[in-house]
């Protein structure tokens, strides 16, 4: 689960973690009286979307005054902020962060993640703050410091002590860098993130360090111990699909191409898109209903594919296992019959009951396409759309 920039500080500074001092607003007027509240002669006007780049977009600007401030927050609200994370769609702004300006004298990038090659934890850092650091590694991977921590010990003073000198800082910045960094892996740790990244860590010209910037993702795994965290989910900020199949428990990420998939587990899906991709074609979606769907949830996997505009045939690639094949072929006759489908429908179906299930969709009465095997079925599904 991502969370906004604004949400993130509030958890860091539960955690000791310096922030700049903030206010969230919903409208010019309120722009205007935070930055009266705030009190510096410069306040930072930042768009709340989940996605990075939002100054390159226009979404971060620079006031001299708190009407300054209101006219730039009546600028950021309500447009529709374009960086190279949303994609070309996107996000709309319906919320704003009034933050103090400060004379920052050096720009870091601090992230911590899971390795998952070593099973451990790793901090990320960079003298190279307020860049992407994707780019970073691949033009000068030299500049970035990677650390592994052992979770037994934790972070301790020794060991933020040498990613605080390998940053190249010293005196007053070098000892508000070792709490700021062995608290920052303690909110990763305790609030189940996989991944936390502060871009730039900023050390300001009277030797401050704080976080000017903070980007979070939460295990949704782990949202279930995390009953005050789970409230700062926005569903605004998520496709309206992956939200619905949330509801019933459908694995769904929405993708690009035109081809619907339903299957039945992830592996399965990953190689169901694979093939639909050898052959030609583009799959609309990851969409994995799981061993123990049951009819309804097949309606209602079948309804989440259907609504997208841009699906022009749906492949159905299941094994019968714990999903047997009569079940699943009652759910999509069932499915099918209730949402009038116009679309082509191509079924590969293996295992458990397979002959009744192919005898159920024969006898539908609908123009189903039953493939024989996964290679058979996504050339059948390519052909159809062509």
Known sequence: M??????????LSKYN???????LIHSADEAAEAARELGTSVVVVKAQIHAGGRGKGGGVKLAKSPEEA???????LGMTLVTHQTGPEGRLVKKVLIEEGMEIANELYMGILIDRENSQVMIMASEAGGMEIEEVAA???????KQHVDPLIGVKPYLARKIAFALNLRGAALKQAIPFIINLYDCFVKEDLSLLEINPLVVTKDDRVLALDAKMDIDDNALGRHADTYAYRDLDEEDPNEVEAGKYR???IQLDGN???????????MATMDIIKHTGGEPANFLDVGGGADEEMIENAFRILVVDPKVKALFINIFGGILRCDLLANGVVAAAKKLNLKIPVIIRMEGTNMEEGHRILNE??????V?????DSAKKVVQAIQ
């Not at 539908?364 to 396409?369: P, Q, R, V, Y």
């Not at 493939?371 to 290679?375: S, Y």
């Open 250 to 252: 459908l694995n769904y």
């Open 371 to 375: 493939g024989n095997g996964m290679k």
């Open 139 to 145: 033009a000068t991977p030299e500049r970035i410091i």
């Open 364 to 369: 539908s009465g609908l123009n189903f396409i």
């Open 17 to 23: 973690v310096p922030v700049p001092n903030g206010k």
């Open 2 to 11: 991502k969370i906004h920039e604004y949400q993130g500080k509030e958890l």
């Open 259 to 269: 081809i619907g998939c339903m299957v039945n587990g992830a592996g399965l899906a």
């Open 70 to 76: 209101a006219q730039y927050a009546g600028q950021i």
